[in-house]
């Protein structure tokens, strides 16, 4: 059962990024007027840059494929998008999507540490 566990977490971080990826790509011109209304000149190449990260990067932390890159990619980019859309220093009101974030994170920088686990294709263990 201990070996299942890595993959069990992975399951679980991947599911979120990869819906929220297949949201973007399926809804593509709401995602594009999204950032476009925030001030994002570049709209559409940062909307696909997002669903490449999001979707292929959920994939390959699913499967387990070079987890330790992905998953600190991953992590780059939640950082930076938890500082670009939710800044509590001038908006308390996005505390939550915040915090949230910041475990998101920590979940992805222990997955860039320790890597996918027995039950991965980085382990050839399956």
Known sequence: MKAYLPLFGRMGISLVFILFGLEKSMD????RHFLA???YPDAPVLVIISIIIEFVGGILVLIGYHV???AMIMAAYVLLTTAIFYPIWSDLSHYQDFIKNLAIIGGLLILSYHGAGPKSLDSNEL
Do not use: L
């Not at 593509?28 to 995602?31: A, G, L």
């Open 68 to 70: 330790k890159i992905t």
């Open 37 to 39: 209304v925030v001030g």
């Open 28 to 31: 593509f011109e709401h995602s």
